[in-house]
């Protein structure tokens, strides 16, 4: 089918997406690769899209746009986090070409400059609609609380990332509101298989730290095997 005009307005983008498209694969086998000297090397005939419009061409991303058009007719605010600049830079370039107000948070801000964008945020009837943030930036007592969604759009091998991401926006006893998570995983690629590591390491963190493993009746305990230990590696 007809790629998506990227420079068109956010209400005239086509939405209908198929096969790999929709699961956030590369459409119709098309790609890009680097030769031995560094250099792009895109296939014979195939016209590879402007910079300004790069994000028009990613599965996931278009699947990530839906989820945010139907979060703004709710009226949500949506953190989305990332592990790389370089997906932050395409969510900017999104988020200015169809319109949407969003802050983003890295480690090129300067301290100083964080508090105002997080207290802006999490202000009632603020304006703000999306916050870009980076899970390597933040530190102690940076609260995402305005935020009533999350978006993690890549795994990490390492759960507690995510962890420590779903707690910017969510505080344990927190009672004002409900925060609902997604993830963003691309179908057939590595992403699914760290996705899968993480539950495995998960699985195993729980069965170490539960003191109640050795008590069967407690219908709670779980045993480290060597099945387990198998699957991490």
């Known amino acids: 089918g007809a790629w998506p005009d990227p420079?068109?307005?956010?209400?005239?983008?086509?939405s209908g997406r198929d096969g790999d498209e929709a699961r956030?694969?590369?459409?119709?086998?098309?790609?890009?690769?680097?030769?031995?000297?560094?250099?792009?090397?895109?296939?014979?005939?195939?016209?590879p899209p402007n910079s300004a419009g790069l994000w028009?061409?990613?599965?996931?991303?278009?699947?990530?746009?839906?989820?945010l058009r139907s979060f703004r007719a709710h009226g949500d605010k949506v953190v989305i986090a990332s592990?790389?600049?370089?997906?932050l830079d395409l969510l900017d370039d999104m988020c200015m070409q169809l319109r949407w107000p969003a802050a983003r948070l890295d480690g090129k801000?300067?301290?100083?400059?964080?508090?105002?964008?997080?207290?802006?945020?999490?202000?009632?009837?603020?304006?703000?609609?999306?916050?870009?943030?980076s899970t390597?930036?933040?530190?102690?007592?940076?609260?995402?609380?305005?935020?009533?969604?999350?978006?993690?759009?890549e795994p990490s091998w390492n759960p507690a990332l995510?962890?420590?991401?779903?707690?910017?926006?969510?505080?344990?006893?927190?009672?004002?509101?409900?925060?609902?998570?997604?993830r963003i995983v691309s179908a057939l690629t590595l992403e699914e298989r760290m996705y899968a590591q993480q539950l495995r390491k998960t699985e195993v963190e729980a069965g170490i730290l539960d003191k109640r493993r050795s008590d069967p009746s407690a219908g709670q305990g779980r045993a480290i095997g060597e099945h387990h230990i198998d699957g991490l590696f």
Request: net charge negative; aromatic share 8%; charged share 20%.
């Open 136 to 153: 390597k930036a933040g530190g102690t007592g940076l609260n995402l609380v305005g935020a009533s969604r999350l978006v993690i759009m």
């Open 83 to 87: 592990n790389f600049t370089s997906m």
């Open 56 to 67: 028009a061409w990613s599965g996931k991303l278009l699947v990530l746009r839906e989820l």
């Open 24 to 47: 956030g694969g590369h459409a119709n086998g098309r790609h890009r690769s680097d030769d031995a000297s560094g250099g792009v090397v895109w296939p014979d005939g195939f016209d």
């Open 109 to 133: 801000v300067p301290a100083a400059q964080r508090t105002a964008m997080v207290d802006d945020f999490n202000r009632p009837n603020s304006g703000s609609f999306v916050f870009l943030l």
């Open 162 to 182: 995510d962890k420590q991401v779903c707690g910017r926006v969510w505080r344990t006893g927190q009672t004002a509101s409900s925060v609902h998570t997604y």
């Open 7 to 14: 420079d068109a307005d956010e209400d005239e983008c086509s």
